[in-house]
């Protein structure tokens, strides 16, 4: 039985020499590929070979395991009482701050007589009125 030569030979684990471990870690590393493309490119049956020669062979650093911290955050443990007081509490801060705003504009307005609450009314007014038309 002869095997044409385009098809790919499903690969032993005696056919990994050093060097073409080296090369497939290389080729990963260099961003050439990913281990799952390099598996599939040259034939690498074990679905955690290319990984274990990273860790072995490559230059990154696997000794030390990343950690990643998912944040839980408040929101997402509180009751429904709770959303309810976290969600007023929010609201009387927005209505604390937009007084506040509004008694900056009044103080400029008295000072400066800058118009900036007619002036600001006249273009709400315009933008509707270029809308309906």
């Excluded at 073409?20 to 599939?40: I, N, P, R």
């Excluded at 049956?45 to 990154?60: D, E, I, P, Y």
């Excluded at 609201?91 to 008694?103: C, I, K, V």
Aim: zero cysteines; hydrophobic letters at 30%; glycine letters at 6%.
């Amino acid at each position: 039985m002869d095997r044409p030569e385009n098809t790919q030979r499903k690969r032993t684990q005696r056919d990994y020499t050093l060097g073409f471990k080296l090369q497939v870690v290389s080729a990963v590393e260099k961003g050439d590929m990913t281990y799952k493309q390099a598996q599939k490119i040259y034939g690498i049956q074990g679905r955690s070979t290319v990984l274990t020669w990273l860790r072995k062979h490559g230059k990154m650093d696997w000794s030390q395991p990343t950690l990643r911290i998912m944040t839980t955050s408040p929101k997402a443990k509180e009751s429904p009482a709770q959303k309810i007081k976290r969600l007023e509490k929010e609201l009387d801060d927005e209505r604390a701050r937009n007084l506040l705003l509004n008694e900056v504009v009044d103080i400029l307005d008295a000072e400066h007589g800058a118009g900036l609450r007619k002036k600001l009314i006249a273009k709400e007014i315009e933008a509707s009125n270029s809308k309906v038309k």
